[in-house]
């Protein structure tokens, strides 16, 4: 267990807590208007922690293939659990726009898995990381919508829309990612796949 590797799992143990705290805060004597900063301050360590493997991984020279590969997951894990979260309760997002991400995620990873099987290695896009970090801003601006909801000073209406704007952005990019993934490796994708 490396330091990178920590950050790593500690992304992927924090997520779970999202839902649980969305869905019974008032189980833990929470409030609706505290419940924002909550949820604030662990997408703000999870994204911190995305920050910190990557730095201590590099700094310590402790780039590792295990870590290629959760990293990202990770990162998949904690934007897909809390924008599932968010289609239900008081965002209510339409679950349409969350199916983009999981598509994105499942039709990568198959894409790699089969390539690594016939031994090409699909190299990682920068799209990717862009892609996570616009899903983190657009996570972090529906927690902040949430907290002026929660102190009345937008309406549900309002609050609910401006979410949508948000996630359906973080969806159009993600769309946008798979396709730049695609055709920047299909080269190898045709190798792997052996298509003629």
Same mark, same amino acid.
């Given at each position: 267990m490396t330091l990178p590797h920590f950050f790593t799992f500690l992304r992927i143990l924090i997520s779970p807590f999202f839902p649980l705290l969305y869905f019974k805060y008032e189980s833990f004597g929470i409030s609706l208007a505290v419940l924002p900063f909550i949820l604030l301050v !662990? !997408? &703000? &360590? *999870?994204? *911190?922690? @995305? +920050? /910190?493997? =990557? /730095?201590?991984?590099? $700094?310590?020279?402790? #780039?590792?293939?295990? =870590? $290629? #590969? !959760?990293?990202?997951?990770? @990162?998949? +894990?904690?934007? +897909?659990? !809390? /924008?599932l979260t968010f289609t239900q309760g008081v965002v209510n997002l339409p679950l349409l726009y969350v199916f983009v991400f999981l598509y994105r995620e499942f039709f990568i990873s198959t894409l790699r898995t089969l390539c690594a099987l016939r031994g090409v290695a699909l190299a990682a896009r920068f799209s990717g990381k862009v892609k996570a970090v616009i899903q983190a801003i657009a996570a972090f601006i529906i927690l902040v919508l949430m907290i002026f909801y929660t102190a009345g000073i937008l309406s549900l209406d309002l609050f609910q829309r401006l979410s949508l704007f948000s996630v359906a952005a973080a969806a159009l990019y993600t769309a946008l990612s798979m396709g730049d993934y695609v055709l920047a490796n299909r080269s190898h994708i045709k190798q792997a796949l052996d298509v003629r």
């Open positions: !662990l !997408l &703000i &360590i *999870c994204e *911190c922690s @995305d +920050i /910190f493997d =990557g /730095f201590f991984a590099r $700094k310590r020279n402790q #780039v590792t293939d295990l =870590g $290629k #590969v !959760l990293d990202p997951m990770a @990162d998949s +894990i904690t934007h +897909i659990t !809390l /924008f």
